[in-house]
DNA sequence: TTGTATGCGTTATCAC
DNA sequence: GTGATAACGCATACAA
């Protein structure tokens, strides 16, 4: 049986309250009373239970996270660098962090509810979003605090505090970057409809192409579900039903990577028959060889500032900005190849 | 302000009690009753409070893990895979996983007894064991359930249920590998003495020579700190101090892969000039170039199996196998090279 | 300076 | 079937 409040009460000869306030270092309590119950806590091994704190204080110092099916594969960064830096941050600021692991979307919504309307959390963090999130909604109806990684959708409103990556301009970037370089047939590896920053991703893509007078064709356009194998598969497609396509812009580097293999298989070589890019700048990215043109979404530094954003909020400061996009950076590496002769 | 079962008892018209078991699925009130109280609550959005449940319960449903400073690093898979390991298993059975990430040691320890003791989750995962680790000794003393991740030094008992893989053996595997290739001067770089299977991988060192009648050397034995550049480092003092050696073995991956850049650096070529192997098999291990021989240690499985053991434990059912050692599987790569000429 | 009483939200006990 | 009461362990008005 653990040691409680009352025990260490008892075997001190004084009155819960006075314990209670000895320990809690109140100073309306005499010093040798303090250093009396403080001793014999210490003898006991007292350690006060949380739960019944988090009870009385209505505040768990702790702070959500559900990860979703998607990012079980022990081979997906994104969720394990988001964790990373929101934990980091937690810790600064002494909170835990809670993780509920769902298997499917409606699990994860029942998560939510759980440990956010079960008061397990102070608030949560909704990474991955999707068109209409219900999490979303139902965080907003019921004023639970909450920060997005990611964003809405663009015809969806955005009125949460948020921190993302501007995917358009992502894309945008490394597309241009293989257009400068002379490519003309430039494929797309596009990521699930259901998620929401795809429009974005896919809007970087045609603009690039508009900027420099290309046309959009709707069948360089292939979809994937951003782990590694889709894109292998997607890229062989692209490849099988345009052979004029020179290079392949993929909607994150775990596809890309998977567009690698692809390549290779259909005989052609990474950065000199066919150029690649992805999105994201993984660890990964640039150690495989040839390394990988990226785009980079600092995903720690994202994971940072949505803890501390929410955390500011849990304390009553809401953050001036409530809504961050980071611009990204792109990354030219091996996978580019030479531009091309004209 | 939150919906509680008392606005429930109130709204239908019941008292808390019979609307506690109305919801609870009881069997002994009236189906009229119950749908009532069903419906009164769900048009309330009533969210139970999963603090005042588990207080009232003693039992959190929730496993925690303590993340150390170490493992902070964005490019450590380490933590990631066992983390996805347990979470997973973790979610099968309905646990929720608390993480607290802690800077210091000592915060390290401060976090057990915050949430073992403190009665925040039911059980703790305990990971990178080191020498008579203060963790263990506190979980044991006050009956905690725990599995550890690793296991105690050689000269430390080990009654207490654990997971690892066979450290000794596979170093040993390594460094006969490359004797087995014709190598005789091979350096190692061991892991930091604090840690608990320093030992073990230094003793599988010492034994794949002996087996092979080649003399230990002191002087062939460097030390990291398990990151990638002090594997760099290392490999380079190495490289100064020894020019006829051509195997270098590390005790993890990313110290071999730091020592790539050191041979590189020091104008030989990796899997040509140098033989290099590390240990885990982190997935950039067969992706990086050359790609890298290690011994597998299935890192995301060993999670699975620590939290499918904890869970065990916690649920009063101790599983029979309370020290699993797994066989480490030797991983023959490009950076082996061929034999050597004899 | 210390103690009594009350409440946090839930479930269990035991009457009615 | 249903409800009053106590209990989980802690913290806090309020009294003394």
Redesign the interface.
Known sequence: M?VTLKDVAAAAGYSVTTTSRALGGYDDVNEQTRERIITVAREL?Y?????????QAQR?E?IGLV?PQAA?Q??DDFF??L??GI??V??QHQF????????TPQDELRAY???A????VDGVIVARTMHDDPRIAYLQR?NYPFVVSGRSAPDEPDDFPFVDADSESGIRQVVAHFIDYGHEHIGFISSPPELAYTPYRLAGYQHALADADLPYREDYVAHGDMQQESGQKAAADLLARHPQMTAIVASNDAMA?GAMAAVQAAGKQVGVDMALGGFDDI??AR???PDLTTVRQPI?RIGELVAEMLIQIINGEPPEQTGILLEPKLIIRASSGQPLAI
Chains 1, 2 share one sequence.
């Open positions: 653990p091994g350690q006060p239970n949380m739960l019944a704190r988090q009870l768990a702790t990860i079980h022990p081979d394990s660098l964790m990373k934990s980091y937690a810790s835990d962090l809670l993780i509920s692991s769902q298997l509810q759980r440990i309307g079960g008061r397990r019921n990577i660890p990964l150690h495989i060889t720690y």
